[in-house]
């Protein structure tokens, strides 16, 4: 594939990966060598080095405009560090999210430097936290987020560098939109990974955002095509949890799903748009699917 030309709306496609890693440069070979060696119903192996700059060179390769860069703060210490070099990293094709630990001191006074420096969202994963997505404390962080106008995203479901818990689960998050309804949340792995029927009994119909990322070709066809007709259609999302897939295969997965073209294209770019609190609109020409 040709290179894309991101500044020309003639042949760009209208693409925004809501879920995506990366690491500072001189943290991504330890932390993907680490996470690649870390899963216990899986072998991950990342599709490339970590970095920023592999990520881009990834979206090229995919045909992707932007992508929203998901940081875990696994220890409270980490926090600031995670905040600044997430404001460091923002760009036309970039948009990083932050990430608050539960025990985390202040957490309003974080999110609202957070937002002062552009950053858009935070990422939460119970797992790694320690810390089910409807403890008070994370409560506490997302009505911080909400106050602020951030988003969150949450890891939704099990994953797979552990034994199957219930800390994100699709209940606990339906909890976590009940508390906080005003939050734009994301509850990833079309709402719970490893657990869709779960997600289809507590997620559907719900004002959340649900996306695509380590899903297709792992939840059932019939399943996924039900979540994807019954909720609302601006309420999903393209993402793939690269560099744990590789965008150019997810791309070419989600473009073949049974779904209506323009759903297609809502998915892939207007409601992400929204997700993130930016106006939808779209350049009158865009390049074809």
Same mark, same amino acid.
């Given at each position: 594939?040709?290179?894309?030309?991101?500044?020309?709306?003639?042949?760009?496609?209208?693409?925004?990966?809501?879920?995506?890693?990366?690491?500072?440069?001189?943290?991504?070979?330890?932390?993907?060598?680490?996470?690649?060696?870390?899963?216990?119903?899986?072998?991950?192996?990342?599709?490339?080095? +970590?970095?920023?700059? +592999?990520?881009?060179?990834?979206?090229?390769?995919?045909?992707?405009?932007?992508?929203?860069?998901?940081?875990?703060?696994?220890?409270?210490?980490?926090?600031?560090?995670?905040?600044?070099?997430?404001?460091?990293?923002?760009?036309?094709?970039?948009?990083?999210?932050?990430?608050?630990?539960?025990?985390?001191?202040?957490?309003?006074?974080?999110?609202?430097?957070?937002?002062?420096?552009?950053?858009? +969202?935070?990422?939460?994963?119970?797992?790694?936290?320690?810390?089910?997505?409807?403890?008070?404390?994370?409560?506490?962080?997302?009505?911080?987020?909400?106050?602020?106008?951030?988003?969150?995203?949450?890891?939704?479901?099990?994953?797979?560098?552990?034994?199957?818990?219930?800390?994100?689960?699709?209940?606990?998050?339906?909890?976590?939109?009940?508390?906080?309804?005003?939050?734009?949340?994301?509850?990833?792995?079309?709402? +719970? %990974?490893?657990?869709?029927?779960?997600?289809?009994?507590?997620?559907?119909?719900?004002?959340?955002? #649900?996306?695509?990322?380590?899903?297709?070709?792992?939840?059932?066809?019939?399943?996924?095509?039900?979540?994807?007709?019954?909720?609302?259609?601006?309420? #999903?999302?393209?993402?793939?949890?690269?560099?744990?897939?590789?965008?150019?295969?997810?791309?070419?997965?989600?473009?073949?799903?049974?779904?209506?073209?323009?759903?297609?294209?809502?998915?892939? %770019?207007?409601?992400?748009?929204?997700? #993130?609190?930016?106006?939808?609109?779209?350049?009158?020409?865009?390049?074809?699917?």
């Amino acid at each position: 594939m040709a290179k894309p030309d991101f500044a020309n709306p003639e042949t760009a496609r209208m693409i925004l990966d809501v879920h995506t890693h990366a690491f500072p440069d001189k943290l991504a070979a330890t932390a993907t060598a680490k996470l690649e060696a870390g899963g216990l119903w899986l072998a991950p192996r990342a599709t490339y080095d +970590g970095t920023v700059r +592999g990520l881009v060179a990834s979206m090229d390769r995919a045909g992707i405009r932007r992508a929203i860069v998901c940081s875990v703060a696994t220890r409270p210490e980490q926090v600031m560090r995670i905040t600044d070099w997430s404001a460091s990293i923002i760009s036309d094709r970039i948009v990083p999210l932050a990430s608050l630990h539960p025990d985390f001191a202040s957490p309003e006074a974080e999110i609202e430097r957070a937002a002062a420096m552009g950053i858009k +969202g935070l990422k939460f994963h119970a797992q790694y936290a320690g810390c089910a997505v409807d403890d008070p404390r994370v409560i506490r962080i997302a009505r911080a987020a909400a106050k602020a106008d951030l988003a969150m995203l949450f890891h939704a479901g099990y994953d797979l560098a552990y034994e199957k818990d219930d800390l994100a689960s699709p209940e606990r998050l339906r909890r976590v939109h009940e508390a906080v309804p005003d939050l734009r949340m994301i509850a990833a792995h079309m709402g +719970g %990974w490893e657990c869709w029927d779960e997600a289809a009994r507590h997620l559907l119909g719900l004002p959340v955002y #649900l996306e695509t990322s380590f899903t297709i070709g792992r939840c059932p066809a019939d399943l996924l095509a039900r979540i994807l007709d019954r909720h609302p259609h601006d309420r #999903l999302l393209f993402g793939t949890d690269a560099p744990w897939t590789d965008q150019t295969e997810e791309v070419a997965k989600f473009l073949a799903l049974p779904i209506p073209e323009d759903l297609k294209r809502r998915m892939l %770019w207007d409601n992400a748009l929204a997700y #993130l609190g930016e106006n939808p609109a779209r350049p009158p020409h865009i390049a074809p699917l």
